[in-house]
């Protein structure tokens, strides 16, 4: 059974600071990661997907992966309080056809 | 284009009560899903369609069964409800799977 770690939070940074995620996973052969941030009683939605070492960059969002030390993270510069949300981290399960999510970690951007 | 679509957006049972979930797309999406999310635990995967005419299990599929309708449609169907499925219910498609799968509103679920 894959695993996907993140801290639960509270994660707290003012506003106009850099946010930084993070998330581990136990499956070497993972090959793609998805962020998905979910607003207070909503449903998740897609903000980041990654599928190679490095990083990638999407307006004020940066996704980091590193395969090695199995980790990927996301970080959100310049933050806003719109940005306050559980941010889930997501990895492809057995087959293809699943994702496993993690438990998110909730972010709060102080104004 | 409305994406996904659930209904109800709420529900309260008694236990031992039966109720199917309904889920739509608009999408033209082959896979489609159904995720539960408790407090501290999660989405978790009840189970998902992979392509029309196909079901398989997910994680926590106990209690639950599902039906592919169609290529648009795939319902949950909780036979006889119990407290443990008190939870907020999503469904969920894509395109190519597991790639961007694109999540409905959701439906809470209150089991007395």
């Known amino acids: 059974q894959k695993e996907v770690e993140q801290n639960s939070g509270p994660l707290s940074v003012p506003e106009g600071a850099i946010a930084s995620l993070n998330c581990t996973y136990s499956?070497?052969?993972?090959?793609?990661f998805f962020w998905y941030r979910q607003y207070s009683g909503k449903s998740p939605e897609l903000i980041m997907f990654i599928y190679s070492n490095g990083d990638k960059e999407d307006g004020r969002f940066t996704a980091q992966l590193n395969k090695a030390s199995q980790y990927v993270s996301l970080l959100i510069r310049d933050s806003q309080p719109s940005d306050s949300a559980t941010y889930l981290c997501a990895v492809p399960g057995a087959g293809s056809y699943q994702l496993t999510f993690g438990k998110g970690t909730k972010l709060s951007v102080i104004p | 284009n409305a994406g996904v679509t659930q209904t109800p957006k709420f529900q309260v049972l008694k236990t031992g009560q039966s109720m199917t979930l309904q889920c739509a797309q608009d999408m033209n999406h082959n896979s489609m899903y159904w995720y539960r999310q408790d407090p501290g635990m999660g989405l978790r995967l009840i189970y998902y369609?992979?392509?029309?005419?196909?079901?398989d299990k997910g994680e926590v599929p106990n209690g639950y069964n599902v039906s592919r309708l169609n290529k648009r449609e795939f319902s949950l169907r909780l036979e006889s409800a119990a407290p443990s499925q008190t939870s907020v219910y999503f469904c969920?498609?894509?395109?190519?799977?597991?790639?961007?799968?694109?999540f409905g509103p959701g439906t809470r679920l209150t089991v007395l």
């Open positions: 369609s992979a392509s029309e005419g196909t079901t």
């Open positions: 969920a498609s894509s395109g190519q799977a597991p790639d961007t799968q694109y």
């Open positions: 499956d070497r052969g993972s090959q793609s």
